[in-house]
Nanobody, 115 residues
């Protein structure tokens, strides 16, 4: 069984920063990729950022230059540093990992950007 525990969401003013963390545990031998997705009300879930086991990253165009994804392989943890946050970044953010058995999702953490 695989568990993903997310933390770091909350309420922040426009222009502010937040750091999300997601720790994976359980029956995991190796993680191929780790990423963050988000879903705003009335919208489909979308990829925010993703990092492979080799360190390659990709970002949604809307967050390039503002968000940075990183991972600590020893801790099976992925981070998302979010700077210069905008109201349109408001969403539930979900952690995702890809292992040999498939995709696994966290429970989601709310990020609200509002003055």
């Amino acid at each position: 069984q695989v568990q993903l525990v997310e933390s770091g969401g909350g309420l922040v003013q426009p222009g502010g920063s937040l750091r999300l963390s997601c720790a994976a545990s359980g029956s995991i031998s190796s993680i191929n990729a780790m990423g963050w997705y988000r879903q705003a009300p009335g919208k489909q879930r979308e990829l925010v950022a993703r990092v492979t086991s080799g360190g390659s990253t990709n970002y949604a165009d809307s967050v390039k230059g503002r968000f940075t994804i990183s991972r600590d392989n020893a801790k099976n943890t992925v981070y998302l540093q979010m700077n210069s946050l905008k109201p349109e970044d408001t969403a539930v953010y979900y952690c995702n990992i890809l292992i040999s058995r498939g995709n696994y999702w966290g429970q989601g953490t709310q990020v609200t950007v509002s003055s």
